[in-house]
């Protein structure tokens, strides 16, 4: 059959069907084929009636005295009885009026249903039943269970996929033989076929292991592609001078971290290339990354080549002029800095151009605007993106036609994802890990809370304001519903400032105000002029507030871990001893996964327990990445993703086209528009 026929010309699928399977992005037969299970029932064992154990059953038995009748209005149970050589059994349906009529008394059927003692009398409730025969779809195997939607159910997907497999011969293969062959992979036909209808729960982990290891290489392949197609290009080379980091070295007030030391070796060395530089920087809050940067900038600056540093707001890129400033200060190079941003008045903006026109100005720190502010970027050596997923391919390739050459590039970012995953999402970066932290640091105070404890700790937190800092309280919604018991920050602002905290000044910040506003609370708190800020997670990334020591996180449990360190992060800036309180939200809620951010204080160590308890959505609540929309692949599975970046690599060095292979062409097409933190 065509596989890319519309559902439409299948057997049995009418306009309304079509309809409701386009609302599940299923237009076409492929599409069907496409749709794997999201999880199983295994009704694979088929037992005697007289040896029924509670659970997900099948029986083999002729059904009689089938009888249905309405108990009241809007409930018809249907009632029957199965019987086989060793027992009988009761069976149910509700709402199935249907049911009476499609059993035949003669007919042997496979029933499967959950066994169970249902109001005082052993039953199968609302079972399936299907004839018995060699292939049955519903009823005696491992079942598929698809995503469904109001009046589609994984009943009719799993007859719809069952016809078009049944039609084609022949799936076409997507890897390359020998890969096949090297892992041990099934082969893409035979993957699918045991996907929806598994043979048996071995052979279905052999299928999903083969699709696994085909999404995780065609990630990694897209990936290698684009970072291959990167080295193609040129950058300015940046030689390495060694008097001079040492110098900027020797007037810092502390020792670089070991780190440190090694993330900035490697940005040297790649800089020194004409090979772009496309390294990610990573490390948790207050390990040092800006320092890092400033080194690196230095260096270009030093070779008479521009510098730009991009921030995901204007406070943010304020914060790192001022910091900038004080760090190149001491070699000389402070004056070069300059802000960049909107909200500079005219005549400060144009001053700061001719400053840059006539090379007194080397180092331009603003926002993502920076790309289309009229500049001559000819000189542009290095650009420095901070906390910014999505700049990649294509921002990168603005920047290369402003400046006439692609500059170095190095991302940072104070997210802490394991290697492991990293090397997955961001498969086109170099990476640097910053996972050691300076000595000395004070560490913050975390608490888990019951609400019950609530005035208590008002009553502590006031006197931490009353002492002139400031507090920071976090809320997982924006606005209140039915079942979210005050977790909004509308409704937690309302009762601090009107009620618990109204003798304090409060500030409510939150994702879906306009930017401008945004900036000018958190410039207000900043300045003081609250000492309370309630905020959803937008804060998360983001300024530094030295003053502030409390942070309250409402609904804790709700968030991932790595998440709320990032949270806790926002305070213990300056030396204070600072607080970060993990409030439940309700005395009843489970706190054991939150224990672990009372003892561990290393954002890596926090996101490897996420990914390992709760997959990679976990890791970071707003990372918005084509990768962790992964259908089979689990990006836990570090053996199969080492598997298969071993695999990509190797296809890329053989020199293999990827052109001979169509699918996997128009897949990896399709990954290299959205991998590079994109
Ligand atoms: P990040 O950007 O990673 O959050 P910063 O670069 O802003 O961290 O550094 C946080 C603070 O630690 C700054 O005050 C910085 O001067 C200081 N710092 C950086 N590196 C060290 C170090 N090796 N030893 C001591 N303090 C350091
Ligand atoms: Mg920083």
């Known amino acids: 059959m065509n596989l890319d026929a519309p559902v439409s010309e299948l057997k049995g699928v009418g306009s309304e069907t079509a309809k409701l399977l386009e609302s599940l992005g299923i237009r076409t037969a492929i599409d069907l084929i496409n749709n794997f299970p999201r999880r199983y029932d295994d009704y694979s064992q088929v037992v005697p009636i007289a040896k029924l154990r509670p659970g997900q059953v099948t029986i083999e038995a002729k059904i009689g005295q089938v009888k249905g009748r309405y108990v009241r209005r809007g409930l018809h149970i249907t009632e029957a009885i199965a019987t086989d050589d060793s027992a009988s059994v009761r069976l149910v349906w509700f709402n199935q009026p249907y049911r009476a009529g499609a059993i035949k008394a003669d007919q042997t059927y496979f029933i499967a249903g959950d066994y169970g003692l249902h109001r005082g009398r052993f039953t199968i409730n609302n079972p399936s039943v299907e004839q018995v025969s060699n292939f049955p779809i519903n009823t005696a195997r491992i079942i598929p269970i698809y995503r469904e939607t109001k009046g589609l159910k994984s009943f009719t997907i799993r007859k719809l996929i069952r016809e078009v497999l049944n039609q084609t011969r022949q799936l076409p293969e997507h890897l390359p033989d020998w890969l096949l062959a090297e892992h041990k992979l099934m082969p893409f036909h035979g993957a699918v076929r045991e996907v929806h209808f598994p043979s048996s729960s071995a052979l279905l982990e052999k299928a999903r292991r083969r699709l696994a290891f085909e999404e995780i290489f065609e990630l990694t392949l897209a990936a290698l592609l684009n970072k291959y197609e990167l080295y193609k290009e040129k950058s300015l080379a940046i030689p390495f001078k060694e008097s001079l980091a040492k110098n900027f070295v020797e007037k810092l007030p502390f020792k670089l971290t070991d780190a440190q030391r090694r993330a900035i070796w490697r940005i040297y060395q790649d800089m020194a290339k004409t090979q772009p530089m496309n390294r990610l920087l990573e490390g948790d809050v207050g390990s040092g990354k800006t320092v890092v940067a400033a080194m690196a900038a230095l260096m270009a600056m030093e070779e008479q080549f521009q510098v730009a540093l991009m921030a995901p707001t204007e406070i943010l890129a304020r914060q790192h002029a001022e910091t900038l400033y004080n760090l190149l200060a001491s070699v000389g190079y402070g004056h070069h800095v300059a ?75 104070a997210t802490p994802i394991p290697r492991s995953l990293a090397l997955t999402l961001y498969g086109e970066l170099d990476i640097s890990i910053l996972d050691e932290m300076p000595p000395g640091r004070k560490l913050v105070k975390t608490k888990i809370c019951s609400p019950n404890s609530r005035a208590q700790l008002y009553r502590e937190i006031d006197k931490e304001l009353a002492a002139g800092h400031q507090m920071f309280v976090v809320c997982p919604l924006i606005t209140d519903t039915e079942r979210s018991r005050g977790l909004s920050v509308e409704e937690v602002y309302e009762r601090l400032s009107k009620h618990d905290f109204k003798h304090r000044q409060v500030g409510l910040l939150h994702g879906k105000m306009k930017a401008t506003d945004k900036e000018k609370m958190m410039q207000d708190f900043l300045e003081k002029k609250y000492d309370i800020l309630v905020s959803t997670t937008v804060i998360e990334v983001g300024v530094d507030v030295p003053n502030a020591t409390v942070m309250l ?11 709320l360190h990032q949270l806790r992060g926002r305070v213990g800036r300056a030396g204070h001893q600072s607080y970060c309180f993990l409030m439940l939200s309700d005395a009843k809620a489970p706190s054991q996964r939150l224990r672990a951010l009372e003892t561990i204080t290393d954002g890596f160590r926090l996101a ?22 992964l259908r089979v692949a689990n990006l836990s599975d570090t053996k199969l993703i080492a598997a298969a970046r071993g695999a990509a690599q190797k296809f890329i060095e053989a020199g293999e086209d990827i052109k001979k292979y169509k699918h996997l062409d128009y897949r990896v097409g399709q990954l290299r528009a959205i991998t590079n933190l994109n």
């Open 553 to 563: 996180i409402e609904g804790a449990e709700r968030y991932g871990l790595a998440q």
């Open 608 to 629: 490897e327990i996420d990914l390992q308890q709760r997959g990679p959505g976990a890791i970071y609540g707003t990372l918005q990445h084509g990768a962790l929309d």
């Open 339 to 413: 802000l960049l941003i909107g909200s500079l008045k005219p005549k400060a903006k144009s001053q700061v151009h001719a400053k840059i026109a006539a090379g007194e100005v080397k180092f331009m720190v603003g926002t993502h605007a920076l790309i289309a502010e009229k500049l001559d970027m000819h000189k542009l050596g290095l650009v420095v993106i901070d906390e910014q997923h999505r700049f990649g391919v294509e921002q990168r390739k603005k920047l290369q036609a402003k400046a006439g050459h692609m500059p170095h590039v190095l991302h940072i970012s």
